[in-house]
């Protein structure tokens, strides 16, 4: 494989990603409303509704949020109604290794690799990440114990030791990560810390969490009324759900969202080494991955 860097994409270009990256988000919204599935804008990109009614100027990808129980249908629904051959439905499990702790639905016609999964023979395409919301317990103890399934959740799926979460844990998730090396071991254990830290239903709770994250975000807990439903907003001249509580999710997760971030910190978050928005990564393979 020939040796990469990343690259800075630029504006002229991020208009096209942005473009194949709304056309895949409304297609994921057919799908989502013909079948009762509920999805939130999140993160940058519920930012971006609410402060530029659009993409933030300077961003590269989208991020939605679904509960749960939505979240869980997503595979078998796309499956059944989507169209698989142009629009690919990501997920680690047993048989698939992506490195991501959520779901992608991606764009199979276009190129879009990323420094940290070129090793992967996986769909490198333009993506939307989808990332579930869970039940948060109201009881400490089970909270914290939820935190740590998470924590093991991440540590086995992603297979990159915790080392920004202090010395400590870096070291035991070295030795865990030894420990069981074959992904059929890992597999066992992230499958059941999943099950584990996922199994507080919504609808007895009074707050929610997202686990399938860093782990800044993990610790958040969001009052369940916050994402009782949605409310649309303009996105790029459509109309797009974001959390009846966008208010509340925002300023808990990012603080005074509505300020600008300063000059040197207004950068794409993705370390991008190939990108190809009018052909398929597939002709790429042996060459920028894998």
């Known amino acids: 494989m020939a040796e990469t860097k990343t690259v800075q994409i630029p504006t002229e270009d991020l208009k096209i990603l942005w473009k194949k990256s709304l056309d895949l988000l409304l ?7 013909a079948n009762g599935l509920r999805f939130f804008l999140c993160g940058g990109s519920c930012i971006g509704a609410v402060r530029h009614k659009g993409f933030i100027p300077w961003d590269d990808d989208i991020d939605v949020f679904m509960l749960r129980e939505d979240y869980e249908k997503l595979k078998d629904v796309w ?51 989808v990332i579930p919301l869970d039940g948060c317990p109201s009881s400490r103890i089970r909270r914290k114990m939820q935190m740590l399934w998470a924590l093991l959740f991440s540590l086995f799926v992603v297979g990159e030791p915790h080392e920004s979460h202090g010395k400590f844990l870096g070291f035991i998730s070295r030795l865990l990560l030894l420990g069981f090396k074959t ?44 994402f009782a439903s949605s409310i649309d907003m303009e996105f790029e001249g459509h109309m797009l759900p974001v959390p009846v509580g966008y208010d509340i ?41 894998c």
Request: proline content about 4%; glycine content about 2%.
């Open 27 to 33: 297609y994921f919204q057919k799908i989502c409303d």
């Open 249 to 289: 999710y925002l300023k808990m997760a990012f603080g005074d969202y509505m300020q600008l971030p300063p000059p040197e910190k207004r950068v794409a978050k993705h370390d991008v080494i190939w990108y190809d928005f009018d052909h398929s990564y597939k002709q790429y393979k042996g060459r920028y991955y």
């Open 183 to 226: 992904p059929a071991s890992r597999y066992k254990i992230w499958r059941f810390a999943e099950k584990q830290m996922s199994k507080y239903p919504i609808k007895d709770c009074e707050k929610v969490t997202e686990l399938c994250t860093w782990y800044q975000y993990m610790v958040n807990e969001y009052p369940k009324s916050a």
């Open 79 to 129: 499956e059944k109604c989507a169209d698989t051959k142009r629009y690919s439905y990501q997920r680690t499990s047993k048989t698939e290794y992506t490195r991501f702790q959520h779901t992608t639905i991606g764009d199979e016609n276009t190129c879009f690799i990323k420094e940290r999964q070129k090793d992967l023979d996986i769909s490198h395409s333009i993506r939307i990440d």
